[in-house]
Each structure stands twice: as C-alpha cells, then as structure tokens.
C-alpha cells in the first residue's frame, strides 16, 4: 500500500494506540497536520508548544500510557525543550514530532530551520531525523518502544517536510524494531536476592525508600506486600508519594529537604535503607558523607547507571521493581519490628510538622489550611492533583493525603514552573471522569496561563486553585533563609486573576478567608466547565522543615514555637 509519509506517521501512531495528541501547526509540520484530519486522533490546540509537551507529560503521568505532542519546525521545536528536558528528568514517556525545512535545505539556514535533534540530545532517551518517508515508520514504532521501555522517557522525532510529502510503500511489520532483543529487562541472580533477603532479616532499624519506580513498575500492591511481611515503615519520594496509601499505619510520609522531619530522622538513624526505584536526588540525601551513615543499603533499580551514583550500596538488585519484589518477599520471613516503629512514631509526636493544620482560624488565610480543605472536599472522589513548583508544591505533599498512585503528578527533578495547567490538561483528557486540580502559585500560574483558553477551546473542565502569595515564595525563602531578607526580584505582581479568568470565560472567585475555602472548592467541583480559584494566602509563610541544600538531612530548619499538633489525621 502506498502512502505518503505523512500518513504513515498518522496509520502508526494509530497504530500505536494512540487517541490524542497535544500540538500547534506551522508550516513545516503542514503536510502531517492535513493529514491529521483523515485518521481517529483527537487533536487539542494548544497556546504554547511547552504547553504541548507538559500535557503530553500529564497523559503519561495520569495513566502510564506514551504522551504524544507535535509542533512545526525552528520556534516550534525549541518551544518544547523545557518540556522534554522535565519529562526525561522525572523518567516520563512521552514521543515529540517536529517537522524539519526539506532535507535538500537543511544545513543552510533555511526558514525555521533548527537542529533540534542536536539541540534535545542530551534531554532526550533517544531521537531521529527522518529525511525519507520510508524511514516513518521503523523511526515511529521504535520511539513507542524506547519511550517505554527499561527506564521511560522522552524520544523525539523530526520529520523533513519532503519526508512527510512524498509517497513509499508502507509495511507496518516490516517496520518493526529490531533492537528489542538487545533490550531484554535485567533480572537479578538468585544470589543477589537471598543476599538481600538476609540484609532484610538481619535488620532492626530498617526503612523502605519508595520512589517513582514503584508508580512506573505498578509495583504498588508488591511494595505492600513487602512492607507488611517484613514489617518494615516507608518513606516516600516526591515523586514516590501515592506509591503507598498515606493512610497505610507503615507509610511514614515524604522524606528529604522539606520531608518530615520525623523521617529524615528515622533515615539518618537506620540500620537497613532498602531503596526501591528511586535515585538518591540531592534533594533527598542532604550531604552525601553523613547520609544514613550507620546503615547498610540495598538498591532496587532498573537503570544499571544509577548504582552507586550518589549513594554507595551493598547489594544492587537490577531489575524491573515490581519483578525484583515479587521474587524477594517470598524469601524474606515474616517480621515484628514494633520497638523501631514505636520509636518513629515517639519522635512524630515531637517533630509537629503539620502543626499549621490544626490552628483555629485567627483571620489568616494559610496554604497549609487550602490545601488540606482540598483534600477533605475531594478524598473520596477519584482526584488527581497536579502541582507547580514552589512552596505549593511542598505544601501540597504535606497537607494532601495520597492514597494511590498517579494521583499526584508534580514536575520533581527539573522543577519547571508552568508545569501544572498544561500537565492537568493532559492528565483530564487521560482520565476525563477524574476530577483534575491544577495547585499553582501566582509565579507559574503566569507562565503557562494561556493554556486556559486551550481548556476552553476544548472544553477541558480543569479546576485551578492558585495559591496567590504575591511572591515566587519559595525563591524568597531562601532569601529569608540564607540571604538576609533581601527579596531581590521575589515579590510578584499579576493581574487580577479573577477578571483574567472571566475574560477567558471561565468561572472564577477570589478567596480570602478560611470560610470561603470549603464552599469555593464545593461551588468549583459542581461546577462543569473548567474553574480558577484565587487564593490570596498569607505573603510570608515559609515551608518546614527545610534542610539547607548540602546540610546533613538531620540538620533541618524547624519551625519556630512549634504548635503540637492535636488533629486526628
Ligand atoms: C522545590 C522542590 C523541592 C523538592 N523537595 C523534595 C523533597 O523534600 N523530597 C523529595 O523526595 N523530593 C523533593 N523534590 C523532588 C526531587 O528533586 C526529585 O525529583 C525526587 O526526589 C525524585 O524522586 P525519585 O527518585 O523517586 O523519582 P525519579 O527521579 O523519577 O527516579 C525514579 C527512579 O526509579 C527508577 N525506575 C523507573 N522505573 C523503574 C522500574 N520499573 N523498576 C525499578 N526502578 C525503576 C528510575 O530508573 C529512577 O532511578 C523537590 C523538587 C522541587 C522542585
Ligand atoms: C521555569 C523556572 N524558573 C525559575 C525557577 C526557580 N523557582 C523555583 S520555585 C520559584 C518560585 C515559585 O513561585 P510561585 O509560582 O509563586 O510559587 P510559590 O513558591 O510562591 O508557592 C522559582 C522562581 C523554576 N523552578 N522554574
Ligand atoms: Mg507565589
């Protein structure tokens, strides 16, 4: 069968399962766009290229599924590169098409031309520049499979628009990828397994480190299981909470620079860290020489490159984690390791960091006190909550309980402000009967905001709660913290957000007390369309606790006059 290699972009990716895809025209991406129009694929125009990727992003997120974005050549293409470069750090699958000048044209600085392959190399898992249309479908079948397989990420492909436009012949399974067989997943020996089971026996102090990979691998019922037969608390990652239900009496909370500081503790005091997918970030370890310095470590992984990066460990089981953990648990026997959990729980009782969530209401209008009215109105529904980056973001990880995964999507390693209104986008058209919040702050709200007309234009019912605190917050904290209060370029003007909403045709409130908070959220949820919500909280609250970047992880900034917290959750 003939077809152009425009439409054999299309048959594949159809092919591929895909049933949406998050995009902006442009002349060099003309020919696979009228294409488009012939083939059952849900187009969503949006503002901004970076809006394309974040979203394709939030798809991934939301469901484990690629997330597929397409933008023309030159601008287009270089408009997506934050979004790229977030997704490969937090190991996302997404697939980015590009159109590219005619292949008879590049190298000479032709319109919008750019080498974008170049430019996303060291941001992407892998990518291509396709010239020839009988090149389209090995390129497109290829990037589904290296997006998702081992450890995802992003693959981009960037098309010539002779590449699109002239016709081969197509052969879907002549297409098929012929790397597969050097890509089988490792699977760690027996040997290294019992090595393990033994560390996990011999342990009195043990805790689990639940990252991303348990969300990636689907190993949350695995990890469970692991935790209960061994009796064995959890610690969770930013990017790891939802692995374990926050209501699970082994999940002890998020660990590192703004964790709790009862983890931290239980970290740096432990015999035994078991650390299951996930990398050791900076922001999770503190200073690397005094890191859990009594504690021997085992690391569950699938990337082989992550052993021994940033933390040295004694046994490296290399596998897929879910595999690796239903291999493990049935080696490890049963265990009662109560004095190390009471213990934990002695130094929760001290530590109080959520100790803003049970003050009376004194006038002020706290994130803390949003965030967790959000999570009451909303924890029996089917909730994703999808954060920016700043305090928001931490506040967000404190004060909402997660119960499973991916129903938290946050922008963890590169921590891109403008993540959370396109990546809710994305993750609404995934899961449309989820209820989707974007939480935000006033700075990231205005990077991305344009993309509400995109939630309009579509009909994409986003509810956006702005945590509006006049400043880059997090950014002034740390000149609170360790720059004398001077706030250079932190506080932050934007438009009334209410009017803005209304001039995008979206409903809209300000809220400026704790009494308006539970009613807004009720109003927004009944509400069909999308809707913003302004919260104008407190200008100067700071998140505790905070570990200075590069102190010990026990080191940590604690809240002055802590109040002991009396709530039962
Ligand atoms: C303002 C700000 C503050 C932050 N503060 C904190 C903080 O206090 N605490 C914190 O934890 N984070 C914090 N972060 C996030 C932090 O920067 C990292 O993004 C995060 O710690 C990474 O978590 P992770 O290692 O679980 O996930 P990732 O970085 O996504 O790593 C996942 C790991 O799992 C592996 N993996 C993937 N699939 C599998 C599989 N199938 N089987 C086995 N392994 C697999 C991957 O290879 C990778 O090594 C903060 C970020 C920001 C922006
Ligand atoms: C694109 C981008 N630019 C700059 C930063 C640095 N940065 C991290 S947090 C932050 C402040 C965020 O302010 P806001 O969105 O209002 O959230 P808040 O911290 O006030 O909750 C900044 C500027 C970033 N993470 N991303
Ligand atoms: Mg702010």
Same mark, same amino acid.
């Given at each position: 069968?003939?077809?152009?290699?425009?439409?054999?972009?299309?048959?594949?990716?159809?092919?591929?399962?895909?049933?949406?895809?998050?995009?902006?025209?442009?002349?060099?991406?003309?020919?696979?766009?009228?294409?488009?129009?012939?083939?059952?694929?849900?187009?969503?125009?949006?503002?901004?290229?970076?809006?394309?990727?974040?979203?394709?992003?939030?798809?991934?997120r939301a469901t484990g599924?690629?997330?597929?974005?397409?933008?023309?050549?030159?601008?287009?293409?270089?408009?997506?590169?934050?979004?790229?470069?977030?997704?490969?750090?937090?190991?996302?699958?997404?697939?980015?098409?590009?159109?590219?000048?005619?292949?008879?044209?590049?190298?000479?600085?032709?319109?919008?031309?750019?080498?974008?392959?170049?430019?996303?190399?060291?941001?992407?898992?892998?990518?291509?520049?396709?010239?020839?249309?009988?090149?389209?479908?090995?390129?497109?079948?290829?990037?589904?499979?290296?997006?998702?397989?081992?450890?995802?990420?992003?693959?981009?492909?960037?098309?010539?628009?002779?590449?699109?436009?002239?016709?081969?012949?197509?052969?879907?399974?002549?297409?098929?990828?012929?790397?597969?067989?050097?890509?089988?997943?490792?699977?760690?020996?027996?040997?290294?397994?019992?090595?393990?089971?033994?560390?996990?026996?011999?342990?009195?102090?043990?805790?689990i480190l639940a990252g991303h990979g348990v969300t990636i691998s689907g190993a949350e019922h695995a990890l469970k299981a692991f935790a209960e037969r061994?009796?064995i608390?959890v610690a969770q990652t930013?990017l790891g909470i939802g692995g374990l239900p926050a209501s699970h009496p082994l999940n002890?909370?998020?660990?590192?620079?703004?964790?709790?500081?009862?983890?931290?503790?239980?970290?740096?005091?432990?015999?035994?860290?078991i650390?299951c997918g996930m990398?050791?970030?900076?922001?999770?370890?503190?200073?690397?020489?005094?890191?859990?310095?009594?504690?021997?470590?085992?690391?569950i992984?699938i990337?082989?490159?992550?052993?021994?990066?940033?933390?040295?460990?004694?046994?490296?089981?290399?596998?897929d984690l879910r595999s690796v953990l239903d291999?493990l648990v049935?080696?490890?026997?049963?265990?009662?390791?109560?004095?190390?959990?009471?213990?934990?729980?002695?130094?929760?009782?001290?530590?109080?960091?959520?100790?803003?969530? +049970?003050? @009376? %209401?004194?006038?002020? /209008?706290?994130? *803390?006190?949003? &965030?967790?009215?959000?999570?009451?109105? #909303? =924890?029996?529904?089917d909730?994703i909550?999808?954060?920016?980056?700043?305090?928001?973001?931490?506040?967000?990880?404190?004060?909402?309980h997660h119960e499973s995964p991916r129903s938290l999507i946050?922008?963890?390693?590169?921590?891109?402000?403008?993540?959370?209104?396109?990546?809710?986008?994305?993750?609404?058209?995934?899961?449309?009967?989820?209820?989707?919040?974007?939480?935000?702050?006033?700075?990231?709200?205005?990077?991305?905001?344009?993309?509400?007309?995109?939630?309009?234009?579509?009909?994409?019912?986003?509810?956006?709660?702005?945590?509006?605190?006049?400043?880059?917050?997090?950014?002034?904290?740390?000149?609170?913290?360790?720059?004398?209060?001077?706030?250079?370029?932190?506080?932050? +003007?934007? @438009? %009334?957000?209410?009017? /803005?909403?209304? *001039?995008?045709? &979206?409903?809209?409130?300000?809220?400026? #007390? =704790?009494?308006?908070?539970?009613?807004?959220?009720?109003?927004?949820?009944?509400?069909?369309?999308?809707?913003?919500?302004?919260?104008?909280?407190?200008?100067?609250?700071?998140?505790?606790?905070?570990?200075?970047?590069?102190?010990?992880?026990?080191?940590?900034?604690?809240?002055?006059?802590?109040?002991?917290?009396?709530?039962?959750?």
């Open positions: 069968m003939k077809l152009t290699g425009a439409q054999i972009l299309w048959d594949c990716l159809v092919r591929e399962g895909v049933t949406e895809i998050f995009g902006y025209p442009g002349g060099a991406i003309l020919p696979a766009y009228d294409a488009m129009l012939d083939y059952p694929i849900r187009h969503t125009l949006v503002r901004h290229e970076q809006g394309a990727t974040h979203m394709a992003d939030g798809y991934a599924r690629v997330g597929v974005a397409i933008a023309t050549s030159g601008p287009g293409a270089t408009n997506m590169v934050t979004g790229i470069a977030t997704a490969m750090l937090d190991s996302s699958p997404i697939v980015c098409i590009t159109g590219q000048v005619g292949s008879r044209l590049i190298g000479t600085d032709a319109f919008q031309e750019i080498d974008i392959t170049g430019i996303t190399l060291p941001v992407t898992k892998h990518n291509y520049l396709v010239t020839r249309a009988q090149d389209v479908a090995a390129a497109v079948r290829e990037a589904f499979q290296i997006a998702q397989e081992g450890r995802p990420g992003p693959v981009l492909i960037d098309i010539t628009k002779d590449a699109q436009q002239s016709s081969c012949e197509f052969d879907w399974d002549a297409a098929a990828p012929v790397r597969r067989a050097r890509r089988e997943t490792p699977s760690p020996a027996h040997a290294d397994l019992a090595r393990a089971a033994a560390l996990v026996q011999g342990a009195k102090r043990p805790v061994a009796h608390p930013l002890l909370g998020m660990m590192g620079m703004h964790g709790e500081a009862w983890v931290n503790i239980a970290i740096q005091q432990a015999d035994l860290l650390a990398r050791f970030d900076d922001r999770v370890t503190g200073k690397l020489s005094t890191y859990a310095p009594h504690a021997k470590k085992i690391h992984e990337d082989p490159s992550e052993i021994n990066k940033n933390v040295a460990v004694d046994v490296a089981l290399v596998g291999r049935p080696l490890v026997e049963a265990g009662d390791r109560r004095p190390w959990i009471a213990e934990i729980e002695a130094s929760r009782g001290d530590s109080a960091v959520r100790d803003i969530q +049970s003050l @009376p %209401d004194d006038g002020h /209008l706290y994130a *803390a006190h949003v &965030i967790n009215d959000l999570w009451r109105a #909303t =924890r029996a529904a909730t909550v999808v954060t920016d980056v700043g305090q928001h973001q931490m506040w967000e990880a404190q004060y909402y946050t922008s963890g390693g590169l921590g891109t402000m403008g993540f959370a209104v396109p990546a809710a986008i994305g993750a609404k058209r995934a899961r449309p009967d989820a209820e989707v919040w974007a939480v935000v702050g006033d700075g990231g709200f205005q990077m991305t905001m344009c993309e509400l007309a995109t939630a309009v234009q579509e009909g994409i019912a986003i509810k956006v709660a702005i945590i509006n605190n006049g400043y880059l917050g997090m950014v002034r904290q740390w000149q609170e913290f360790f720059y004398e209060r001077r706030y250079a370029a932190t506080p932050l +003007s934007g @438009p %009334d957000f209410v009017k /803005l909403a209304d *001039a995008f045709g &979206i409903r809209s409130r300000a809220v400026l #007390t =704790r009494k308006d908070v539970g009613p807004a959220i009720d109003d927004a949820r009944a509400h069909q369309g999308p809707v913003v919500i302004d919260f104008r909280v407190e200008q100067e609250d700071t998140v505790y606790p905070m570990v200075p970047a590069g102190a010990d992880l026990h080191a940590m900034i604690r809240r002055p006059n802590p109040i002991v917290e009396t709530a039962a959750d």
